[in-house]
T-cell receptor, first 114, second 112 residues
């Protein structure tokens, strides 16, 4: 079974631009979560989607948004990029998002904002 | 607010030595705790998941224990190998749902 895939793997953008990242979960998984990883703040939860609905949200500004499609693929969008948005963005999938389930992470998208 | 701490931040051991990695959390009302491994610049690989009702989980050379009352988990890696060099992260799920709260990780170097 294929793992979680994320595209693109690397991105370079300039301040003020916007960016869209994509995540395809493991086949059959319906819950997708997004995390931001930076050297200073570590791994922080952005949001979780299940059945095309945002089910949980972290403490990030409204510039960070996401959505999930009927095939469970998810996208996250960051508008008006800031230098501090440079990070590794990871998505994780699980079957239903229940607490007893293992979450499986993708390889991440590394975003550099200049 | 749930806080997860991993001490030390970095650890270096000779090959063959057993590794002991620590994770502590402030709020004992967790649903589960998960250990991950992260290689430089890569995503996270799930190692072990311990439900709140369990005391330990084992997989091969890996064994993780959980003591909810004291807010601690320990990951043991037996007979370490250079391939075990990576950053190890623990994360807890506190509320219903599956939001993970991560520790800062322990960077491990196993020297041949």
């Amino acid at each position: 079974k294929a793992g979680v895939t994320q595209t693109p793997r690397y991105l370079i953008k300039t301040r003020g631009q916007q960016v869209t990242l994509s995540c395809s979960p493991i086949s059959g998984h319906r819950s997708v979560s997004w995390y931001q990883q930076t050297p200073g703040q570590g791994l922080q939860f952005l949001f979780e989607y299940f059945s095309e609905t945002q089910r949980n949200k972290g403490n990030f500004p409204g510039r960070f948004s996401g959505r999930q499609f009927s095939n469970s693929r998810s996208e996250m969008n960051v508008s008006t990029l800031e230098l501090g948005d440079s990070a590794l963005y990871l998505c994780a999938s699980s079957l239903s998002g229940f607490t007893q389930e293992t979450q499986y992470f993708g390889p991440g998208t590394r975003l550099l904002v200049l | 607010k749930q806080e997860v701490t991993q001490i030390p931040a970095a650890l270096s051991v000779p090959e063959g030595e057993n590794l002991v990695l620590n994770c502590s959390f402030t709020d004992s009302a967790i649903y589960n705790l998960q250990w991950f491994r992260q290689d430089p610049g890569k995503g996270l690989t799930s190692l072990l998941l311990i439900q709140s009702s369990q005391r330990e989980q084992t997989s091969g050379r890996l064994n993780a224990s959980l003591d909810k009352s004291s807010g601690r988990s320990t990951l043991y890696i037996a007979a370490s190998q250079p391939g075990d060099s990576a950053t190890y992260l623990c994360a807890v799920v506190k509320a219903a749902g599956n939001k993970l709260t991560f520790g800062g990780g322990t960077r491990v170097l196993v020297k041949p």
